[in-house]
């Protein structure tokens, strides 16, 4: 997909170049049809102005394509894109399938459960050995 992409941005830029070319040879043949005219030669100026449209129509058309190319290119990069999100999020999705299963609802519930008993145990030690702690200090020394 991605030498399809490199392949038709390559392909929007050469049809801009052409485009570009036709310009240029729209504007010599204009200059060609003025230079006719001011010669009196109607029959070459009259050529000469034919090849300046079809060059100018032919110069519009590679634009067109261009653009039509460009578009197709903006797709292509989109899928890309999606295609890249859609794998990532393939592998977070086996991930995360796989930490599902290995979690056991019920051991941790469980364990939760005891570090909640175990915390209320200390804090009721830790309450009593400041008490008297407390009392100690209170003591008047004889």
């Given at each position: 997909?991605?030498?399809?992409?490199f392949n038709l941005k390559f392909a929007v830029k050469d049809l801009e170049r052409s485009s570009k070319k036709c310009e240029k040879e729209e504007k010599a043949e204009k200059a060609k049809c003025k230079k006719a005219i001011q010669k009196g030669n109607m029959d070459g100026a009259k050529i000469h102005a034919e090849n300046a449209i079809r060059q100018k129509n032919q110069a519009l058309n590679f634009l067109r394509?261009?653009?039509?190319v460009d578009a197709v290119t903006s797709r292509?990069?989109?899928?890309?894109?999606t295609r890249k999100i859609t794998q990532s999020m393939a592998g977070v999705v086996k991930s995360m399938d796989s930490a599902m299963k290995s979690m056991n609802l019920e051991k941790?519930?469980?364990?939760?459960?005891k570090f909640?008993?175990?915390f209320e145990d200390f804090d009721v030690q830790s309450s009593y050995i400041e008490g008297r702690c407390?009392?100690?200090q209170q003591r008047p020394l004889h």
């Amino acid at each position: 997909m991605e030498n399809l992409l490199f392949n038709l941005k390559f392909a929007v830029k050469d049809l801009e170049r052409s485009s570009k070319k036709c310009e240029k040879e729209e504007k010599a043949e204009k200059a060609k049809c003025k230079k006719a005219i001011q010669k009196g030669n109607m029959d070459g100026a009259k050529i000469h102005a034919e090849n300046a449209i079809r060059q100018k129509n032919q110069a519009l058309n590679f634009l067109r394509m261009a653009a039509r190319v460009d578009a197709v290119t903006s797709r292509v990069q989109t899928a890309v894109a999606t295609r890249k999100i859609t794998q990532s999020m393939a592998g977070v999705v086996k991930s995360m399938d796989s930490a599902m299963k290995s979690m056991n609802l019920e051991k941790i519930s469980g364990l939760n459960d005891k570090f909640e008993s175990q915390f209320e145990d200390f804090d009721v030690q830790s309450s009593y050995i400041e008490g008297r702690c407390h009392r100690q200090q209170q003591r008047p020394l004889h």
